[in-house]
């Protein structure tokens, strides 16, 4: 049997990604999270399989986690952990830097527990503003100064220098935005259309120019279990995300229609830092990974407002 530690698992992403994994009788999953932004309501209590527990631990605190990894013998483990949301990372920047203990605590306990790769979850805004569109995970500069942004640029180099000093493989992954069921309140397309149903206004940063591209989680998560069943992508990078690019402000406009509400559009002053003008990544890889097309946006957007959150 695989034994998989999953931290951040009662997040959104993390724990799409773990149950997925529970699926598959062959793995035993441990559910490692602090449940300071995630949910035990988003463990996967649902399921009949018995292959997986939840432990509640701050990967950032180094007893707490050494107590789980310790007690286990990983075979891999996914390090999605972390403070996430541009207004909630811009509020605490200090807390976003506690991340850094979060590297050095997973990657230190699994080169000395024989962790076979740690997959790691990087970001889009490493790339800051956009010099080349797509953003390619080779040539375009990692230049942004938030501190989001830096800790997982720093995330990325502990992962390689981890790989270089003690043999240690990494998968990095860089995700864009992604949306889906169990995504919370807080980010634009759950938040709009939360807002959407109730009729309430729906408040844009900035003119509302500003691009973005949108992934299913569905395809987030399996591009990378891809990569893990089989053994892809290894001491190496890829963006995970969708490449069609549209304006904040016509995802509002989109979401008003489909869901025929009488919301208003606000707009509100741009925020001071992290709103990056544009971001697009070039997924090529994702695409050859996953062997099929991306679920179209209004194709996602119906599949959420059908999902039990929505409802």
Same mark, same amino acid.
């Given at each position: 049997?695989?034994?998989?530690?999953?931290?951040?698992?009662?997040?959104?992403?993390?724990?799409?990604?773990?149950?997925?994994?529970?699926?598959?009788?062959?793995?035993?999953?441990?559910?490692?999270?602090?449940?300071?932004?995630?949910?035990?309501?988003?463990?996967?209590?649902?399921?009949?399989?018995?292959?997986?527990?939840?432990?509640?631990?701050?990967?950032?605190?180094?007893?707490?986690?050494?107590?789980?990894?310790?007690?286990?013998?990983?075979?891999?483990?996914?390090?999605?952990?972390?403070?996430?949301?541009?207004?909630?990372?811009?509020?605490?920047?200090?807390?976003?830097?506690?991340? /850094?203990? =979060?590297?050095?605590? &997973?990657?230190? +306990?699994?080169?000395?527990?024989?962790?076979?790769? $740690?997959?790691? #979850? %990087? !970001?889009?805004?490493?790339?800051?503003?956009?010099?080349?569109?797509?953003?390619?995970?080779?040539?375009?500069?990692?230049?942004?100064?938030?501190?989001?942004?830096?800790?997982?640029?720093?995330?990325?180099?502990?992962?390689?220098?981890?790989?270089?000093?003690?043999?240690?493989?990494?998968?990095?992954?860089?995700?864009?935005?992604?949306?889906?069921?169990?995504?919370?309140?807080?980010?634009?397309?759950?938040?709009?259309?939360?807002?959407?149903?109730?009729?309430?206004?729906?408040?844009?940063?900035?003119?509302?120019?500003?691009?973005?591209?949108?992934?299913?989680?569905?395809?987030?998560?399996?591009?990378?279990?891809?990569?893990?069943?089989?053994?892809?992508?290894?001491?190496?990078?890829?963006? /995970?995300? =969708?490449?069609?690019? &549209?304006?904040? +402000?016509?995802?509002?406009?989109?979401?008003?229609? $489909?869901?025929? #509400? %009488? !919301?208003?559009?606000?707009?509100?002053?741009?925020?001071?830092?992290?709103?990056?003008?544009?971001?697009?990544?070039?997924?090529?890889?994702?695409?050859?990974?996953?062997?099929?097309?991306?679920?179209?946006?209004?194709?996602?957007?119906?599949?959420?407002?059908?999902?039990?959150?929505?409802?």
């Amino acid at each position: 049997m695989t034994r998989i530690l999953v931290t951040g698992g009662a997040g959104f992403i993390g724990s799409v990604l773990a149950e997925k994994l529970i699926l598959n009788k062959d793995n035993f999953v441990v559910i490692v999270d602090d449940l300071s932004t995630g949910s035990e309501t988003k463990l996967p209590h649902h399921l009949p399989n018995d292959n997986w527990r939840f432990v509640k631990a701050d990967v950032n605190e180094y007893r707490e986690i050494a107590e789980v990894m310790l007690g286990e013998n990983f075979d891999f483990v996914f390090h999605y952990a972390a403070l996430v949301g541009v207004q909630r990372t811009q509020e605490n920047p200090v807390k976003v830097l506690n991340d /850094i203990e =979060g590297f050095k605590n &997973i990657l230190s +306990l699994s080169k000395s527990n024989g962790v076979k790769r $740690v997959f790691f #979850s %990087s !970001s889009s805004e490493v790339y800051g503003e956009p010099v080349e569109l797509p953003q390619h995970e080779q040539t375009t500069p990692l230049n942004s100064k938030v501190p989001y942004a830096v800790v997982k640029n720093i995330g990325e180099a502990f992962l390689r220098s981890y790989q270089q000093e003690f043999g240690l493989d990494y998968t990095i992954f860089r995700f864009f935005n992604t949306y889906g069921p169990k995504q919370s309140d807080d980010f634009v397309m759950s938040k709009f259309l939360f807002k959407a149903l109730k009729g309430e206004d729906i408040t844009i940063y900035g003119d509302g120019s500003q691009t973005r591209t949108f992934c299913y989680c569905d395809d987030n998560v399996d591009a990378c279990l891809k990569a893990f069943y089989e053994n892809k992508v290894v001491n190496d990078v890829i963006n /995970i995300g =969708g490449e069609n690019e &549209i304006t904040i +402000l016509d995802l509002a406009h989109k979401i008003i229609s $489909v869901t025929n #509400s %009488s !919301s208003k559009i606000v707009h509100l002053p741009a925020l001071k830092d992290g709103d990056m003008t544009r971001r697009c990544p070039d997924n090529t890889k994702m695409k050859e990974l996953l062997g099929r097309d991306l679920l179209g946006i209004d194709e996602g957007i119906s599949r959420l407002l059908a999902s039990p959150q929505f409802q």
